[in-house]
Nanobody, 129 residues
Framework: QVQLVESGGGLMQPGGSLRLSCTASGRPLDYYVVGWFRQAPGKEREGVACIGFNDGTTYYADSVKGRFTISRDNAKNTVYLQVSSLKPEDTAVYYC??????????????????????WGKGTLVTVSS
């Protein structure tokens, strides 16, 4: 079992930046792909970024390229999502999720279309002046 805990959300100013953290316990994330998803009020959940924890390969939704950066710290078993130039439309609950990916190539695991094995409870990000 993997437990995921997100942190770093809150009320943010438009144009500002933030860093969300997703810390895992229970198992090391070495053979997992970890993704960040978000769900805005009244909208479906969408994937925004994911990373192969072992090799650091990344994938982004087109809508966030250039503003979102996903990274990981292997020693801390943590994945980060850096968001810059915050917009009101970034307001959402941000979730991290993990899926076991041992034996897969990046082209196979860097996607938002496959079910994730574990989910965190989310952290709310509100962007408003």
């Amino acid at each position: 079992q993997v437990q995921l805990v997100e942190s770093g959300g809150g009320l943010m100013q438009p144009g500002g930046s933030l860093r969300l953290s997703c810390t895992a316990s229970g198992r090391p994330l070495d053979y997992y792909v970890v993704g960040w998803f978000r769900q805005a009020p009244g909208k479906e959940r969408e994937g925004v970024a994911c990373i192969g924890f072992n090799d650091g390969t990344t994938y982004y939704a087109d809508s966030v390229k250039g503003r979102f950066t996903i990274s990981r710290d292997n020693a801390k078993n943590t994945v980060y999502l850096q968001v810059s130039s915050l917009k009101p439309e970034d307001t959402a609950v941000y979730y991290c999720a993990a899926r076991y990916n041992l034996g897969e190539y990046p082209a196979q695991f860097l996607t938002f279309d496959r079910p994730m094995d574990y989910w965190g409870k989310g952290t709310l990000v509100t962007v408003s002046s």
